[in-house]
């Protein structure tokens, strides 16, 4: 109860800020979605843009009861975001606890952690996970927007995302004379690109896509050599003004640094060991990507069309590492958890989907109704049973071989299959000229087995789970909506694909929240501000009466927030875009061996973060950009005993029209050299660091 007050005071705020607005009773001329669609073709995003991320109806974020954020392509790079986790943890609410046994893509957001609860998507499909890990896509030069849905979402995407869903909405082909981008950059630890972006027609009715992007690197740790591929290729095809198909492949291969953290000294972090890597000279870390996706588009009249997407994805991945390191006396490290892995998995799955607009008891309305299917394989090779441990000098940077005393040794340990299949409907009926409600639902089925190859046991289980969402949309003018809603969602009490025999026995996890929020566009467009205040309800988690006791499905998890955003462009060249947010989480009821942690904080949640960027046009083709990231302190256990502190990180860049067709640029990121953490593990003993001050200087040819 004493959660409450917060949220009712936003919505007090949010009712008097609307108040002088809503006085005003004049028509009100909603956007038009061409207007929309227009404005989303030029690379920019505003309130109006369609959000693909909060909703499949085609609605713009002033339509849409939930809080939502969309980056176009270009925003993205020019603020320094080389991976979809930078661009995201820009956006409010959202920070990154990426290593590498989760690809280092997890995500925090709403007081809920990890890929169980933060969900991505790749132009609208779900990549399903096993083991936890998210590989893909490898970098942002194919990005042409990301949308950013904040709160529940399994009415839209199924199990999973109580805390927020990513859509990364790749570069697509267009119609029009054939364009053409190079860029090549170079800069500290020796790290480089070279890369192409084409797009354009072949003829009247074909037009193509073709994005390739490479980039290396020495690493600012000891032995910190990456390197990264990635290609993104479509060809469309416009059969006829009102059908068109489209094939698209997306790969990305990575071998990311082999870095897993710097130990604490004595519970403290010392700087002198900051660019020491304690992993095993010959370590490896590998990630294979690819989708292919078949897409058709049909108008089949003035008020029906049809979509589908057939899509195959294929994921391989592969680590030999040691992985935990703890400091003793002497200044030596313990280096443990030798593991060698590998997984592979095969997704393949189709989306149907009708949109159909209509009249409903005589008001306007639109309506998607759709089923969705995936046959998921996954396979896990291991040696992760090994027991094995030596030791190193802290003053040096680890060393030798991969060793393992594991008496089975590596090999195929584990055999997973899954079948989902769901129907959704979302639908969208404007109750009067200013009033709309939105509303959707969905049924999921999922059968997963689980074979165990050593023991040649077999375990299945299936599981199903309903969710639904309420939301009204008042457009108290036509820039300036007010919205309420009310939304649920499911999870598993780990990764689907990958529960163990034990977990299988347990239900889905079921949430639901409560968000009202306010979003204006003012000032001609050229400012936004959005509010957002919720509250979240998680029950049926993993948890026993006492720490002696067998774990039950009895736990729950809360938490209540508020979000809110700016952007402006002011005069002479002036731009800015900030947000802030802040979020009370914590375990209203959640026992586990260690202890009783209800009133907890859960771990690597922050209460704060903040974000904060100012563009500056100077004349003569020279702009310049600083950013600031704040990330308030999180703790590292579930006791809160362990605390990782908060961190500002500063960076800037700043670029140059040199030529019509000829741009020069320089990024500068952590430009006060900031030593700070990003996420811990060891129980808080072994920090994931940020990286230092670096420098690129790119340079770029459109023809």
Aim: glycine letters at 8%.
């Amino acid at each position: 109860m004493a959660r409450y007050p917060l949220f009712q005071t936003s919505a007090s705020f949010a009712l008097l800020l609307a108040a002088p607005a809503m006085a005003d009773e004049s028509p009100v001329d909603l956007p038009a979605v061409t207007v929309q669609a227009q404005a989303a073709q030029e690379g920019e995003t505003s309130l109006h843009t369609p959000t693909t991320a909060g909703s499949r109806l085609d609605l713009s974020a002033l339509q849409t009861p939930a809080s939502t954020t969309s980056l176009s392509g270009a925003e993205v790079r020019e603020r320094n975001n080389r991976s979809v986790q930078d661009a995201v943890t820009r956006t409010p609410g959202i920070s990154t606890i990426g290593t590498p046994g989760n690809g280092g893509t997890a995500l925090s957001a709403r007081g809920f952690t990890g890929h169980s609860s933060t969900m991505q998507l790749y132009d609208g499909t779900r990549q399903y996970i096993g083991a936890g890990t998210v590989t893909f896509p490898v970098d942002t030069w194919s990005v042409e927007r990301i949308d950013v849905l904040r709160g529940p979402a399994s009415v839209l995407y199924g199990e999973g995302a109580t805390g927020a869903v990513i859509n990364v909405v790749p570069k697509k082909p267009f119609a029009g004379e054939i364009r053409n981008h190079l860029r090549v950059g170079y800069g500290s630890d020796d790290r480089r690109q070279a890369a192409l972006d084409s797009g354009g027609s072949l003829n009247d009715g074909l037009s193509y896509r073709l994005n390739i992007n490479q980039q290396a690197s020495n690493g600012w740790v000891d032995r910190g050599d990456s390197e990264s591929l990635a290609l993104s290729a479509a060809l469309r095809w416009d059969a006829s003004d009102d059908l068109s198909f489209s094939l698209s492949h997306d790969q990305g291969d990575q071998s990311p640094e082999r870095y897993f953290g710097t130990p604490l000294v004595d519970g403290k972090y010392r700087e002198g060991i900051r660019e020491r890597n304690y992993n095993v000279a010959n370590a490896d870390i590998r990630y294979n990507d690819q989708i292919t996706r078949l897409s058709t588009d049909w108008r089949i009249n003035d008020a029906l069309s049809a979509s589908n997407q057939l899509y195959y994805i294929k994921t391989q991945r592969y680590w030999r590492n040691a992985e935990t390191y703890r400091w003793q006396p002497g200044d030596l490290i313990n280096r443990s958890s030798f593991y060698e892995i590998k997984h592979t998995q095969e997704q393949v799955g189709d989306r149907q989907s009708f949109t159909l607009n209509h009249s409903l008891f005589g008001l306007d309305s639109r309506t998607v109704v759709g089923v969705d299917y995936n046959r998921i394989h996954f396979a896990r090779q291991h040696d992760f049973a090994s027991s094995f441990s030596d030791t190193v000098p802290l003053a040096g940077s680890g060393g030798d071989q991969y060793q393992s005393n594991d008496p089975r040794g590596y090999g195929p340990r584990e055999r997973n299959l899954a079948r989902q299949f769901s129907l959704f409907a979302e639908n969208r009926t404007q109750l009067t000229e200013r009033l709309s409600l939105v509303t959707g639902v969905r049924r999921d089925q999922v059968h997963i087995q689980r074979d165990d190859l050593l023991s040649e046991s077999s375990v299945d289980r299936s599981l199903s789970g309903g969710n639904w969402r309420a939301g009204l949309v008042f457009a108290l003018t036509p820039e300036l909506s007010l919205y309420g809603q009310y939304a649920t969602s499911t999870e598993g009490v780990n990764n689907l694909l990958t529960l163990s025999p034990s977990q299988q026995q347990f239900d889905l996890s079921e949430a639901k929240q409560s968000e009202i929020g306010l979003k204006q566009m003012f000032w001609n467009g050229q400012g936004e501000w959005t509010l957002a205040a919720y509250h979240i309800v998680k029950k049926k988690l993993l948890s026993r009466e006492t720490p002696a006791s067998p774990t039950e499905q009895i736990g729950q998890q809360s938490s209540d927030g508020l979000e809110a955003t700016l952007e402006l462009a002011l005069g002479n060249g002036w731009q800015v875009s900030a947000n802030a947010a802040l979020v009370r989480a914590e375990y209203d009821d959640f026992v586990e061996g260690g202890g009783d942690r209800s009133g907890n904080r859960p771990s690597n949640v922050p209460r704060r973060t903040a974000n904060l960027w100012l563009n500056k046009a100077l004349g003569q083709g020279v702009d310049v950009g600083m950013g600031a990231r704040y990330v308030d302190a999180r703790y590292a256990d579930t006791a809160n005993q362990i605390e990782v502190p908060g961190y500002t990180v500063v960076d800037a860049n700043i670029a140059w029209q040199a030529l019509p067709d000829v741009r020069l640029g320089l990024e500068l990121n952590n430009l006060f050299d900031r030593q700070y953490a990003t996420t811990a593990s060891s129980a808080g003993q072994q920090w994931y660091l940020g990286a230092p001050r670096s420098l690129f200087v790119t340079a770029d040819y459109s023809f």
